[in-house]
């Protein structure tokens, strides 16, 4: 069965996102100063093969721990569904 | 009233994903080949300031319009929560 994984990695809470901030200025430099931060991750959106949800969740995780995001910098989320 | 906002903003479906081909590439070359096709965009989380929820999701469409998304090449999803 085909499922569909959502996945978001974010820069870990402790570290400081330059991506994020360099934003937040931009958004201030355009009068947009109700927006009081900005966090920049990845969304990823991916079909798997699998025979049910959990074989789907844990091929993700696999795949997550080994290419998609850096455990250093990051932290992911899963979603899966069909 | 701080609201948190998740703006996820992707490729649209029509435009080919170098990105995400690479990734599925990537992906193969580790052995893992029951993930058949990856899409990759931004995450984002924002903290806004408004009176109420849909003054916040308003405020985060206008950046999403004006800063956060690139129209031509992207599509954008918000989620609005306290």
Redesign the interface.
């Known amino acids: 069965m085909?499922y569909i994984a959502e996945v978001?990695?974010?820069p870990l809470k402790e570290l400081l996102d330059p991506q994020?901030k360099a934003?937040l200025n931009?958004?201030k430099n355009?009068g947009?100063d109700?927006?009081?931060?900005?966090?920049?991750?990845?969304?990823?959106?991916?079909?798997?093969?699998?025979e049910d949800v959990e074989k789907a969740k844990t091929?993700?995780e696999?795949?997550c721990r080994?290419?998609?995001a850096n455990p250093v910098m990051e932290y992911f989320e899963i979603e899966v569904h069909e």
Chains 1, 2 share one sequence.
């Open positions: 085909t978001k990695v974010m994020g934003v931009g958004l355009l947009i109700t927006i009081t931060e900005v966090r920049i991750g990845k969304h990823l959106h991916l079909k798997v093969e699998a091929i993700v696999n795949a080994k290419l998609l």
